[in-house]
């Protein structure tokens, strides 16, 4: 008979990832799947309540970060206020971790966690896991910028943008042929050779997908100059596909999930290769 009862009845019959806003006349409905694995949070702008998957949203329009959608919750805004509804029974929520590995920006904060300060910690794991005796760390703009700091921080090696991010091109990643993918990595990194030049350099970066994008950095790198170059990965080996929302490469393509961290070290030209634990991982975001 209402919005809101047609919305609970056709979320009770679906299965999979979704943080949804559902508008109408006299109501704004936000949704999460009952597993959470997406954010989405509340905000309040003056009179007004604002959602978003990410809190930088609200830097942007002024508004003030109140909490999260909780997973499996009905947030209903309509003329008498806000006010929650859980029509699913509650099960183990499973918050995508890639949220603060990767996607997220880092000023936003998502499940309640500041992604900058995570990074920072998945950073300095990493360096206690994985040292290497180096001149300078240097991230992989920009989803490793923080981690970087991180390992700086913890391993006493400084700091610096040994790589120059150009922002007008897109995620590489995701491109559909590989001579789009590598060409990509040359319009979006370029060396800093005056800062690389005769250097031991840990490279950061926040994932190995194919392989062939951290291949070409790491020949980048050397080709600027560098006397080693050390690769230190701020998350765990990618060996899974993802199926809730996320356009990833089928496992075959995903080089972790059939090659050991030593054969990827070798496919990459890296001198060595480190991967954040999950323990650690699980560690840094609590």
Request: charged residues 25%.
């Amino acid at each position: 008979d209402t919005l809101e009862e047609a919305v609970v009845l056709a979320l009770t019959q679906v299965e999979g990832a979704f943080s949804l806003l559902i508008l109408s006349g006299r109501h704004l409905i936000a949704a999460r799947d009952p597993r959470g694995f997406r954010p989405l949070a509340i905000g309040r702008m003056g009179e007004a309540w604002v959602f978003s998957s990410e809190t930088c949203a609200f830097d942007l329009v002024g508004a003030d970060y109140v909490r999260e959608v909780e997973p499996g919750e009905l947030v209903i805004v309509d003329a008498e206020g806000l006010r929650s509804r859980r029509p699913s029974p509650p099960v183990q929520p499973r918050p995508c971790v890639f949220e603060h590995v990767y996607f997220s920006r880092p000023d936003s904060l998502v499940y309640g966690r500041s992604v900058m300060a995570t990074r920072r910690e998945m950073g300095r794991r990493l360096a206690l896991r994985h040292p290497v005796a180096a001149d300078l760390v240097v991230p992989v703009p920009d989803s490793g910028v923080h981690a970087a700091l991180g390992y700086a921080e913890a391993s006493g090696i400084p700091f610096d943008f040994g790589l120059v991010r150009n922002h007008y091109v897109g995620r590489t990643f995701i491109e559909p042929r590989q001579s789009i993918r590598s060409f990509g990595v040359k319009v979006k990194l370029n060396p800093a050779r005056e800062l690389l030049r005769g250097r031991r350099v840990v490279l950061v970066d926040d994932s190995i997908v194919r392989g062939t994008t951290s291949k070409k950095i790491v020949q980048m790198v050397r080709a600027a100059g560098a006397a080693e170059v050390h690769m230190r990965i701020s998350s765990p080996p990618t060996t899974h596909s993802c199926f809730y929302g996320i356009d990833t490469p089928t496992r075959d393509q995903l080089i972790a999930s059939h090659q050991a961290v030593a054969d990827i070290g070798r496919f990459i030209e890296a001198d060595s290769l480190g991967y954040l634990e999950v323990a650690d991982l699980e560690a840094a975001v609590d």
